[in-house]
């Protein structure tokens, strides 16, 4: 199995999601078939949208382009986000809630 090592790392929140700040922990993630594991861990409270694990973790490379998407869940809400470069310095895109509600969310490497 081979793994997307840029990818295996933690990521600080940009700005806080569902009013709390939190860390995105990537420890896996197989560049042959995409899948990826991980946890979102919180600095604060947890919260009512973002209640659970993280599941359906998926990575992508955007061919032919040197972008990445990156997917997964957490509870109900769904996160689609992108990498511009394969560094996967900053991810970056939205979350939408069970309740259809939509918010903007990035998560940065702490140093390159």
């Known amino acids: 199995m ?10 600080n929140s940009e700005q ?15 560049s042959a078939s995409g899948k990826m594991e991980g946890h979102l861990n919180s600095f604060g409270p947890e919260t009512e949208k973002l209640k659970g694990s993280m599941h359906d973790m998926w990575f992508h490379y955007d061919v032919p382009s040197e972008s990445s998407t990156v997917k997964f869940k ?6 689609m986000l992108k990498a511009d470069d394969r560094t996967f310095s900053r991810l970056y895109g939205e ?9 903007a969310c990035a998560f940065k490497k702490p140093f390159p």
Not at 16 to 30: C, F, K, M, P
């Open 16 to 30: 806080a999601i569902d009013g709390v700040y939190r860390d995105l922990v990537i420890t896996s993630a197989d």
């Open 74 to 79: 957490v509870g109900a809400a769904q996160f």
């Open 2 to 11: 081979s793994q997307e090592k840029a990818l295996i790392c933690g990521r």
């Open 95 to 103: 979350v939408t809630f069970e309740d259809g509600s939509v918010e």
